[in-house]
């Protein structure tokens, strides 16, 4: 289901990030970002449209909760890729959303990514 799809990387730690663009990359998707900070992605939003995202809960300005709720918006999208449990409760943005714990596999990813992407081709828009 990958192909051509592409992947909005919300992460602000650069080893990590790094490391999900190199994954993403060799499993077929296309990778745009990574973006360090909301305010980076929201520009980015203005002009582009993911079919999927991936979102750290922390980022250097702030939670991704703006990136969040305008996906939520758009109807894209999106897994939680964090290590910061508290956020889960935190953001409200984020309810029902996939949850992969940091540190994970490419594997695990993968999962999460399959899963959205199947589950948002059967939800009508």
């Known amino acids: 289901m990958s192909g051509s799809s592409l992947v909005l990387v919300l992460e602000d730690e650069a080893l990590i990030a790094m490391a999900l663009e190199d994954y993403l990359e060799d499993a077929g998707y296309a990778v745009a970002g990574s973006f360090a900070t909301c305010d980076s992605a929201l520009r980015w939003l203005e002009h582009a449209t993911p079919d999927v995202a991936i979102l750290d809960t922390t980022l250097r300005d702030g939670t991704c909760a703006k990136v969040a709720a305008e ?31 940091k540190p994970s596999s490419a594997r695990v990813i993968a999962a999460a990514l399959h899963a959205v992407l199947r589950s948002s081709a059967l939800t009508p828009v």
């Open 71 to 101: 996906l939520n918006r758009r109807g894209i999208p999106f897994i939680v890729h964090s290590g910061n449990r508290e956020s889960r409760n935190e953001i409200c943005e984020l309810a029902g959303a996939i949850w992969v714990e």
